[in-house]
């Protein structure tokens, strides 16, 4: 006879079985991310503030990414913003960087930034927001703004997160290659 706490471990066991398989048949994010750039023939373009480079990292990490993988921004910056990837000036004035507008603009201006000649890189991934432990503009630590666009349209997730400045920009991070999957 097994008692409660056995067969919790076993569920739990299972459980965790049942995702280590579902993660080694689809593949990571990244990984089914870059999958599905080169079923398309796509190029990726990051720019990030927030994530500091992580989502571009989470990406190259990834064998053979360079086939798919133009580049990405970190532009920190607010100045950066505008001077990289072409964030309007006055947007950045009046909301400042932590926008979904501004989350929109950089994810439209890291694919002309990071194109080749005319021709823009497929998709953009962008990241913004306030990973704390203050709040420089009085917005809530965890405010998050991620930016996705291809040549089919623009989207902007806004959230708030929760955690520690480390756990906000690995959950941005994450969340920045989630959103980017479902547009595809």
């Known amino acids: ?18 995702s280590t398989l579902v993660v080694d048949r689809h593949g990571a994010d990244p990984e089914r991310l870059l999958q599905r750039l080169g079923e398309l023939g796509w190029t990726v373009g990051v720019a990030e503030s927030l994530t500091g480079g992580m ?18 921004v970190v532009a920190y910056a607010t100045d950066l913003k505008h001077a990289l990837l072409g964030v309007d000036a006055a947007l950045l004035e009046m909301h400042g960087p ?28 962008s990241t913004t927001g306030i990973a704390g432990p203050d709040s420089p503009d009085g917005q809530p630590v965890g405010t998050v703004h991620i930016g ?31 959103l980017a999957l479902d547009a595809l």
């Open 98 to 125: 932590v926008h979904p507008e501004v989350a929109r603009q950089m994810a439209e201006g890291v694919r002309i930034a990071l194109g080749r000649g005319a021709t823009r890189a497929d998709v953009g991934i």
């Open 55 to 72: 989502v571009v990292a989470a990406l190259v990490a990834v064998p053979g990414a360079s086939a798919h993988v133009r580049g990405g």
């Open 1 to 18: 006879m097994t008692s409660r706490r056995e067969a919790r471990a076993a569920a739990a066991a299972a459980d965790d079985l049942e």
């Open 148 to 178: 996705v666009s291809t040549p089919l349209g623009t989207r902007v997730e806004s959230l708030v997160l929760a955690g520690g400045r480390d756990e906000i920009r690995s959950e941005a991070t994450r969340r920045a290659i989630r």
